[in-house]
């Protein structure tokens, strides 16, 4: 179904947690890092598809 697969793609969107919640709300240098990560990370997806065509594009293709 549908939903399954969107829920597989938000599963795979996001980079592995470098550092559990806890520990990222407690160490500013370590949260510092894992946003830069998370940005990093979100970009790169964000180059991918703009490679691809754009969005409609890469759903159209099923290439995400």
């Known amino acids: 179904p549908l939903v399954d697969q969107w829920a597989q793609v938000a599963i795979n969107s996001y980079?592995?947690?470098?550092?559990s919640h806890s520990q990222v709300s407690h160490d500013s240098n370590l949260f510092l890092r894992a946003l830069q990560a998370l940005h990093a990370h979100f970009n790169k997806k964000l180059r991918e598809v703009t490679e691809r065509g754009g969005y409609e594009q890469v759903v159209t293709n099923k290439q995400w």
């Open 15 to 19: 980079p592995k947690p470098i550092a």
